[in-house]
């Protein structure tokens, strides 16, 4: 049973996306605005709406832990805002200038693609708030992109009507033409990772302007690299498809329409459960919550739909409860940690364990900066911590946010293309390129024999160990 639960009539034009977290609701729209709303009783938060661009806004997304969203433009800007003060913590201009009409983070929130509509896409590294690569991926509008659940992937649609498969450093994986007659204009992975003997699968749903919804099995072979592999068509929509999602259970999966109508159907045998009439014009958005059975739909009449599905056996309340325990948000991490707020410290006190100091940082407006200077000494003169146990934790995990603020500016040939860390052990493989020992053999251990970097087969499992790279980075660590 699916039932309306609250209508949402603030924007002044076209909604144009929606996006939920753990706890918020944030909508896009024509008005260029975003509108930003607390699940508990959908009122605005108190820095809603964000109007920080100069055009329409065509889309935003939460980061994975919900505490950082981001939104794109006409303006040619991707903007990246904090869900605890509503500030703007980042605004990537596209390299072309182009009017941004995606965008989506990685899983992890190191990375955000940002689609636009000359063909390309951009791919920015979000702590250090840099452009990492941006290519043309397509002759027509990129309107969709999503990262696969592992984060080491991510697709692209365009209104060429191909389905493109990219690796993070965007060399081309896979594509699949003609997925839709006359455009793509939406997509997304299931969180879901199968593995089937040899291979890693993922699903894809896409949603095209020939009025069908397709479901796709990405494969990963470790011989025949990468297939998408259509598994089902759904047409119950009688014009283009606008948008689509799939439930954090990956059981789910929802599409609204020109027609106006939002489908919800079962995504493993593609049945059709229900059909909504509610919007009175396209609906241009649905979104599912990553935590529980509720989804969102935004359209062209104004108006934002949140849904609940009940399941009948509080399936989704139980999932709720355990994904806010036994995990860290971290949503802080994006930032570099000198980059931090006050409440970023206190944030992070909370998940390391030490929520019993956050008053006592908060009183003396510890920011990230002043953080990392901390000492001993200070720590026993101005803090008052009696636990000589307790010091030596803190000083533990400062010691540890210093290493990570030096690794934030580590040159890239020095970090590992699997891990993405500082190599201490680098080794040459047989495709020519460096990696982290340890990452290497465990890939290799896997049935995937081919290179992380070029998806080719290894001709030989012989690792040379890399000594020149080796003292470069120490003499690099030394000198930080």
Avoid at 55 to 71: N, Q, T
Avoid at 170 to 179: D, N, P, V
Wanted: net charge negative; aromatic share 8%.
């Amino acid at each position: 049973m699916t039932s309306l639960v609250h209508t949402l009539r603030d924007h002044r034009d076209d909604v144009n996306c929606c996006a939920l977290s753990q706890s918020l609701l944030a909508t896009c729209s024509g008005d260029k605005t975003i509108r930003v709303y607390s699940l508990q009783d959908f009122t605005e938060l108190r820095f809603s709406p964000l109007s920080g661009h100069g055009y329409a806004v065509h889309c935003c997304c939460f980061s994975s832990c919900g505490r950082y969203l981001a939104s794109c433009s006409t303006d040619a800007l991707t903007k990246v805002w904090s869900m605890s003060t509503g500030e703007v913590v980042c605004a990537l201009q596209h390299p072309a200038r182009s009017p941004v009409r995606v965008c989506a983070f990685s899983p992890d929130a190191q990375y955000l693609l940002s689609g636009a509509s000359d063909g390309t896409v951009a791919l920015w590294q979000v702590p250090s708030k840099t452009l990492q690569r941006c290519s043309r991926v397509s002759e027509g509008t990129v309107l969709a992109c999503c990262f696969s659940p592992c984060g080491q992937m991510f697709v692209t649609g365009s209104t060429q009507g191909e389905l493109h498969l990219w690796s993070l450093n965007m060399s081309s994986l896979y594509i699949q033409r003609e997925a839709h007659d006359l455009g793509v204009n939406c997509c997304q992975f299931s969180p879901q990772i199968c593995m089937d003997g040899p291979a890693v699968k993922f699903r894809l749903a896409s949603g095209g302007q020939d009025n069908q919804l397709r479901v796709w099995i990405v494969s990963q072979h470790a011989t025949a690299g990468y297939v998408m592999t259509l598994t089902f068509t759904l047409s119950a929509q009688s014009a283009p498809v606008l948008s689509c999602a799939i439930s954090f259970d990956g059981q789910l999966l929802v599409s609204g329409s020109v027609d106006k109508t939002v489908t919800v159907y079962n995504a493993d045998g593609g049945e059709l459960l229900h059909t909504f009439t509610q919007h009175d014009r396209y609906v241009t958005a649905c979104t599912f919550s990553p935590c529980m059975l509720m989804f969102a739909s935004g359209s062209m009449d104004k108006t934002v739909n949140v849904w609940r599905i009940e399941d009948g056996n509080a399936h989704s309340s139980e999932c709720l409860q355990m994904t806010g325990t036994g995990r860290k948000s971290q949503g802080y991490s994006i930032m570099l940690v000198s980059d931090w707020s006050e409440e970023d410290v206190c944030d992070w006190l909370r998940d390391e364990g030490l929520e019993m100091l956050v008053d006592t940082f908060r009183a003396q407006n510890i920011d990230g900066t002043e953080l990392i200077s901390l000492n001993k000494e200070t720590l026993d003169a101005y803090f008052n911590i009696e636990s000589v146990g307790l010091r030596g934790k803190v000083m533990r995990k400062i010691e540890e946010l210093r290493s990570t603020l030096m690794d934030s500016d580590v040159p890239d040939e020095f970090l590992c293309p699997v891990t993405r860390e500082l190599m201490k052990d680098p080794v040459i493989a047989a495709d020519g390129y460096s990696y982290e020992r340890e990452a290497l053999e465990t890939w290799i251990r896997t049935p995937n024999h081919t290179s992380p970097m070029t998806n080719l087969p290894l001709q030989t499992n012989i690792l040379t160990p890399n000594r020149s790279l080796k003292m470069a980075i120490q003499r690099w660590k030394a000198s930080q």
